[in-house]
């Protein structure tokens, strides 16, 4: 298969002296609230995408989620199995759209959640940035967001490249999941820094922070308050919230308990925030020596 040519920004586009994956005027988004999830690689991006999806569906919210990653795992407590990624299905076919039907990658998942997994290229090889494009291309030329509230990108890891930011070319708000946590507060830095870029040219603001697997959240106040961001939800180390993964099911399917109603109504209170709550936040990022210094014990 002949390899495809990105086409580009402006080196001076989205930041200094980089190279961006250009959005398709074609594959803009209209009507639905779009949400990117980002956060270091590991940190609870899919739980908490899939259980916010869940709770947007439960206030009546048409919902797409989409996983923007190859091992194509974020959907899968919504369908109670791993589906095929749009780039296999569309290799299936050679790459001629027009020959798939919307139930080749498209699954309905918890109370009505439209599930796709947008996969990625081979380890190595190719940007997902082209994956992303080559995903919402195929939900438009089948009519598939017209009938949609809330789209919902969950983005594997760190932001590298202009590939792995792609999503935010789509987005309103993108959330931040971290813990309380050296290494979870740097990746968010980085996260903050490539938003403030794409925000040169596209729609895409800071809809604040979700606080995961944390008792306390005392470096993640800190830093919030140094950048100018704010905690929109906090789910402590819940171990229901662990065990609904292995369920391979989603927190309003578990056997109720205090912590699974703790959690349940955290995740309903984020998504209203998120409909009805959330403003632009204009952060900065700092700068890593002054992470350094900023956080950890005295």
Known sequence: MTATRLPILDAVGDGEGSLQVHLDENTKIDGALVIAVYGKG????????SNLSAAFSRLGKR????GCDPKHDS????????V???IDVLESVDF???????????FEGYNGVQCIEAGGPPAGTGCGGYVTGQTVKLLKEHHLLEDTDVVIFDVLGDVVCGGFAAPLQHAH?????????????FAMNRIIA??????????VRLGGVVANRSKDTNEIDRFNNAVGLKTMAHFQDIDAIRRSRLKKC?????EDSPEVIAAQEQYMLLASRMLDDVVPLPANPLKDREIFDLLGLD
Not at 96 to 106: K, N
Not at 250 to 254: K, L, W
């Open 194 to 203: 490539a938003i403030q870029a794409k925000s040169k040219n596209y729609k």
């Open 96 to 106: 001629h759209s027009e020959e798939l039907r919307p139930e080749d990658f498209m």
């Open 173 to 185: 708000y993108c959330l931040i999941v971290t813990a309380n946590d050296f290494d979870s507060i």
């Open 75 to 82: 959907t899968f407590t919504l369908t109670k199995k791993m």
């Open 250 to 254: 989603t927190i309003f399917e578990m």
């Open 63 to 66: 919902v797409l989620q989409i």
């Open 42 to 49: 590991g940190i609870g991006k899919s739980t908490t995408s």
């Open 84 to 86: 095929p990624t749009v």
